[in-house]
């Protein structure tokens, strides 16, 4: 009876692989909870063969969920017709819930005649047994014959857990909260100080625009996160996962983040090939409808590298809803899973991201000088780190701590006063744990709204209190690189350090100009409030706070992230990414002159136009490379430099166009047209 309740409430299965060994065990089918022997290929085929009734009340089953996702997209529209017509009234909704409930008993009915006819087939009975195994002892062995299935991927059990890293470095204080950073500019105006009144009139405002992220924008944004849209494709991706399985050698893994969201991936080893690159690994970022089972991973595969691919939250195996918070806690347990479990060093990992997925590619943490935050005393701080130059003044009774969050001497205070919050405020608590010698760990454990963005409505009350109260200065006119906001669900001190190198391809530096683009000109405020609040993919912003190298790659057909047509290439937002990139790195080669002669060269379509513009200028790339290894040998190599300062207006019109096409690459295809892996390249470094 205990295995006909499991045959019921267990998951559905699709297919069972090849075997992957020439020498198995011959199949058998005892029940025994720590061990179960593999199917054997030779007498079962690879798909999984349900019974007569399993397959027609999967089929019920399925058509069933598809109506609910419909009625639940709908939902807005039924019930205004509902309530037109007068149906919801009370003598009308009692015989419907009757109905409802009939209906339900109904499936219920169904999903019992599935489980028999589940308990009657032995392929099933021995995944069953071998999933329940597995959820019992989490041994190799049993963890080695799950993975010869492909089924639910809810069932599956958890192979990584975000605080495995740290409960093995830390034997006190119990297990912490942790969780990626955003970094995020926030321009802060004098005299702007809210009264009540004008709090209650931006209130409807907010709301619409939470409503609208919550509901259409998130769904617009990635629409890979769709029900219908995951059921349509589903044969597809089955399809590509055998592939990776079966293959190319492929192990699947549950990866819990810190949010409580389950990330599915994917790992193709080639550490044990001839191959040199194969000890490379490579972690795909996928686009907004991308999945890893057909996505970018290919790319890195054929070029031979070892691969990690994953599926964004809310995306086929992975749980949640795919918001900015959610995405970069996301990426971390990945990366964090990449270095403590699959063994790979920092600086061997490569972060590969297509389209949408440069937002998670560079929401790496800051690499480099930026790693090095102190934080000296164990006190409870609040969730807003409004950041000033060095230098500001400390008002008497304030707390502040020195973060040096952007460079070597560059260092800022960050003023908080924790009455200025409400009760249910973060509350951020800081002790030292070891990373490098010189990190120390912040927890932070955001209670306000539930939501990702609950932070800047502290951060708004604070900044307007001490506005009023004439404790900040006015930071107008300071560039980006001097003002952090840091908007975490949770505070996390990663583990890890630099990462190899970061490589985008189809990427953008903002989306509120793509969002503009498809969404009509009356509703522009709505979309900017949107976006910035709840949405905001500043990719240009997380990248110029990596030091790493960087490589970008430019669809000169693109029709997705260009803001006109895809035969104008200078509305591509990728050239807005290389620009801000430059103009952050080297500030004093990407003057005038230097910007002029760039945006030149990126009007170029063709490798003809684009040879012909830099010939013209008569660029000397030895000369380029003994200035900036001059530099860097005197200066170090800690971004931004003042290279070119002293440096003749033709000298500088020759370097920028070095540093562009470094950095840039143009590859002749639309936007999703895949990657060959010729064209997959390392980046550019000194």
Request: glycine residues 6%.
């Amino acid at each position: 009876m205990a295995k006909l309740l499991s045959c019921v409430l267990g998951p559905r299965l699709y297919k069972i692989y090849r075997e992957r060994d020439s020498e198995r065990a011959p199949s058998s089918v005892p029940e025994t909870p720590t061990s179960v022997t593999n199917p054997s290929s030779s007498s079962w085929d690879t798909y999984y063969q349900p019974r007569a009734l399993e397959k027609h009340a999967d089929s019920i089953l399925a058509l069933a969920s598809v109506f609910w996702s419909i009625s639940y997209y709908s939902s807005p529209f039924a019930f205004f017709y509902l309530y037109r017509k007068g149906y919801l009234s009370l003598s009308k909704v009692v015989p419907f819930s009757h109905y409802a409930g009939t209906l339900l008993l109904l499936l219920a009915g169904v999903a019992c005649l599935r489980g028999i006819g589940r308990w009657t087939n032995p392929q099933y009975r021995q995944f069953i047994t071998i999933l329940e195994a597995t959820h019992r002892n989490q041994s190799t062995e049993n963890k080695k014959q799950l993975a010869n299935y492909n089924f639910d991927f809810r069932s599956w059990p958890v192979d990584f857990h975000w605080e495995e890293p740290s409960s093995r470095k830390e034997s006190r204080g119990g297990p912490s909260r942790r969780g990626v950073a955003l970094l995020r500019p926030e321009p802060i105006h004098r005299g702007t100080a809210d009264t009540l009144l004008n709090q209650a009139k931006k209130l409807p405002c907010q709301i619409t625009s939470y409503l609208v992220a919550h509901t259409l924008g998130r769904r617009m944004l990635y629409p890979g996160s769709v029900y219908l849209l995951q059921k349509a494709l589903m044969p597809v991706l089955l399809q590509g996962q055998a592939r990776l399985v079966e293959e190319c050698n492929g192990r699947r893994a549950k990866l819990l983040a810190c949010d409580g969201n389950e990330i599915d991936t994917m790992f193709v080893d080639r550490r044990g090939t001839a191959e040199p690159q194969g000890q490379k690994l490579v972690i795909c970022c996928e686009g907004n409808a991308g999945f890893y089972e057909v996505g970018c991973v290919s790319t890195p595969l054929e070029a031979g590298y070892s691969v990690l691919g994953w599926n964004h939250p809310g995306f086929a195996g992975s749980t949640g809803v795919p918001f900015p918070q959610n995405e970069a806690n996301a990426m971390d347990v990945v990366v964090q899973f990449a270095i403590h479990r699959l063994g790979f060093q920092p600086q061997d990992i490569i972060i590969y991201a297509w389209s949408i997925g440069g937002f998670t590619g560079t929401s790496l943490p800051p690499t480099s000088h930026c790693r090095q935050i102190h934080v000296s005393a164990q006190e409870r701080w609040g969730p807003v780190l409004l950041a000033q130059e060095a230098g500001g003044e400390k008002a008497p009774g304030r707390r502040v701590r020195k973060w040096n969050l952007s460079g070597p001497g560059r260092t800022y205070p960050f003023p908080y006063t924790s009455p200025l919050l409400p009760p249910l405020c973060p509350i951020i608590k800081s002790r030292p744990v070891s990373w490098g010698g010189e990190i120390r760990e912040i927890e932070c454990f955001c209670l306000l709204f539930s939501m990702h963005f609950q932070v800047l409505y502290s951060l708004w009350m604070v900044k307007e209190k001490h506005n009023r109260e004439n404790r900040v200065r006015d930071v107008v006119g300071m560039s980006p690189s001097l003002f952090l906001v840091l908007v975490p669900a949770t505070w996390a001190a990663m583990s890890y350090p630099d990462i190899s190198a970061v490589i985008l391809d189809a990427s953008f530096d903002d989306l509120v100009p793509l969002a503009l683009k498809v969404m009509p000109d009356s509703w522009r405020g709505l979309v900017t409030r949107t976006v910035r609040q709840h949405l905001n993919l500043n990719n240009s912003e997380q990248l110029c706070r990596y030091q790493g190298p960087v490589l970008l790659i430019r669809r000169t057909k693109d029709e997705i992230i260009t803001t006109t047509v895809p035969e104008d290439i200078m509305s591509n937002r990728g050239n807005d990414l290389l620009l801000k990139l430059l103009q952050f790195r080297y500030p004093r080669v990407m003057a005038e002159e230097g910007l002029r002669v760039v945006r030149q060269w990126l009007e170029a379509s063709s490798q003809l136009e684009e040879a012909s513009i830099y010939s013209r200028w008569e660029v000397e790339e030895d000369w380029c490379l003994s200035v900036l290894r001059s530099y860097q040998a005197e200066h170090g190599s800690d971004f931004p430099w003042s290279v070119g300062e002293d440096m003749s207006a033709d000298g500088r019109q020759q370097l920028a166009l070095f540093l562009a096409r470094k950095h840039l690459h143009n590859f002749e295809a639309t936007h999703c047209t895949p990657l060959p892996a010729q064209n997959f390249q390392m980046p550019w470094h000194l």
